[in-house]
């Protein structure tokens, strides 16, 4: 049974903002509620970062609470923190218009690729990571940023572990693993922590990402975005120049339908879509190699031509693709012979081929 978006509320209601006195929802602290399946994820975003241990063991309760409700398996809860009040505009009348802070370049960054999926779970911080060591493999010089806010999952996946340093207060000097150069907002909390961010809120720790992280040179960033369409890529395309999309899939139905919703957002965004990736596009077995299409199969072709777009690759279910990334070295790297490992190889390769990496 999947539980509804009124259940949900219902139960935030029962308990209290201790600050307004109000219920959380009443006192809208609940933003970005989303929930699929059996999991929850939302954000608490309070005024200030002071109000954080005061709202952390609401927080907590509200979680406990949700979790014992039928059906849910999972619930994500950020505690987040507004930034500081904007400065007064300038109102200084007779000067030349200044430009609006559009989409800008990353020092240093020659082209960002966002990695995207209309659902969560569908493969795309597997496809990041193995991309990523991949475009190393073939000599470009590779960023990997984790702006997966829900679920941030690269530092297991690329094997990396400890707080990034920042020497003078204010850059942040990411960190390395496998040709990669990495940072993700996981290496700023503690796993299975609340976070109150130090700085601004939800969509300004992206914009942090991008412009206080000392990236160095580099041929591409890629970005793990959150599953879906929300915030953080609709910030990511007005705040950075990116050079396209590559939207992950899984062969299922309803997750092609929820790609197109992805593809549709990055249209409206005017953000150029590279290409589809297929993932988990054939199960090949462990220990016959036997090939099945489990969930159907050409799903992602159909739907790439349909929208005049690119299938960039299709990438087989395998187990080993798995225990490599659970185990912090992604199958590119682990077992670069493997097929699955070729795979990604190849994508890389069409992709530094077209200027896009
Ligand atoms: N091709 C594959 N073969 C086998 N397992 C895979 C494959 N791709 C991904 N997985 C596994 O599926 C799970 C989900 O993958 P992943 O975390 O990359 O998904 P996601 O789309 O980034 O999810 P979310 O957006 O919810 O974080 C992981 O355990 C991962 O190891």
Redesign the pocket.
Known sequence: MSISRETVLAELRKFEDPFSKKDLVSADLVRALTIEDGSIRFVMEVAEQSQGAALEPVRAAAVEALEKLEGVEKVTALLTAHSAPKPPPDLKIGRHPTQSAGPAKVPGVDRIVAIA?GK????????SANLAVALAAEGRRVGLLDA?VY?P?QPRMMGISGRPASPDGKTILPLRNHGVTMMSIGLMTKEDEAVVWRGPMLMGALQQMLGQVQWGQLDVLLVDL??GTGDVQMTLAQKAEVTGAIV?STPQDIALLDARKALNMFKKMNVPVIGMIE??STHICTNCGHEEHIFGHGGAKAEAEKQGLELLGE?????D??LA??GGAPIVTSKPDSREAQTYREIARRLIADGKA
């Not at 969560?120 to 496809?127: P, Q």
């Open positions: 999926s969560g779970g569908v493969g795309k911080s597997t496809v997966d679920g999952s959150p599953p992950v993932n988990m990438i087989p279910l395998h187990l693709i798995r990334a659970d």
